[in-house]
T-cell receptor
Framework: KQEVTQIPAALSVPEGENLVLNCSFTDSAIYNLQWFRQDPGKGLTSLLLIQSSQREQTSGRLNASLDKSSGRSTLYIAASQPGDSATYLCAVILFTGKLIFGQGTTLQVKP | DAGVIQSPRHEVTEMGQEVTLRCKPISGHNSLFWYRQTMMRGLELLIYFNNNVPIDDSGMPEDRFSAKMPNASFSTLKIQPSEPRDSAVYFC??????????FGPGTRLLVL
């Protein structure tokens, strides 16, 4: 059974810091991996989708990497800003199209 | 496009009552997903449809939950009878082939 774990569960950093969020999964037989952002009381917004044949994806200050063999993904946020404060969710996408989510990392960036 | 539309946004009901949650996917999307989010269990897939046909309902917690998709532009998730442990935020998402899922704003359900 596929399980997705995110560490840490919560993170507080001062503005301007670079930070890394971690995601691990137990079964390397995944189709893709996706990172989402969730603001309080809101739905999920897709940040980056990494296809299984790729090793990383970049969008602005965000960079996500994927290492299927070790069952790990990281989301790197450069020069963090208070507006980055949110919960970040990692999800593995199975070949059936089903998504399995981690519990998320709640990030607070202090001005 | 207005995105995925869910209604109601908030629902408060008493234990034993029937609850119906509604979802309108993005036009042209052929897959629709229902999720439940709680503090304890995180975000869980309940059921998903492809071309209006249920593909995987293994996440539906029990017979009190049922979902339908009578056409490509509408789906319902029904809980009958509702229980306090069903209190959660229920999300609907849709996607087209090989693309990312787009999530609705969610329905916040409280069963007293």
């Amino acid at each position: 059974k596929q399980e997705v774990t995110q560490i840490p569960a919560a993170l507080s950093v001062p503005e301007g810091e670079n930070l890394v969020l971690n995601c691990s999964f137990t079964d390397s037989a995944i189709y893709n991996l996706q990172w989402f952002r969730q603001d309080p009381g809101k739905g999920l917004t897709s940040l980056l989708l990494i296809q299984s044949s790729q090793r990383e994806q970049t969008s602005g200050r965000l960079n996500a990497s994927l290492d299927k063999s070790s069952g790990r993904s990281t989301l790197y946020i450069a020069a963090s800003q208070p507006g980055d404060s949110a919960t970040y969710l990692c999800a593995v996408i199975l070949f059936t199209g089903k998504l399995i989510f981690g519990q998320g990392t709640t990030l607070q960036v202090k001005p | 496009d207005a995105g995925v539309i869910q209604s109601p946004r908030h629902e408060v009901t008493e234990m034993g009552q029937e609850v119906t949650l509604r979802c309108k996917p993005i036009s042209g999307h052929n897959s629709l997903f229902w999720y439940r989010q709680t503090m304890m269990r995180g975000l869980e897939l309940l059921i998903y449809f492809n071309n209006n046909v249920p593909i995987d309902d293994s996440g539906m917690p029990e017979d009190r939950f049922s979902a339908k998709m009578p056409n490509a532009s509408f789906s319902t998730l029904k809980i009958q009878p509702s229980e306090p442990r069903d209190s959660a935020v229920y999300f609907c998402a849709s996607r087209s082939e090989q693309e990312t899922q787009y999530f609705g704003p969610g329905t916040r359900l409280l069963v007293l």
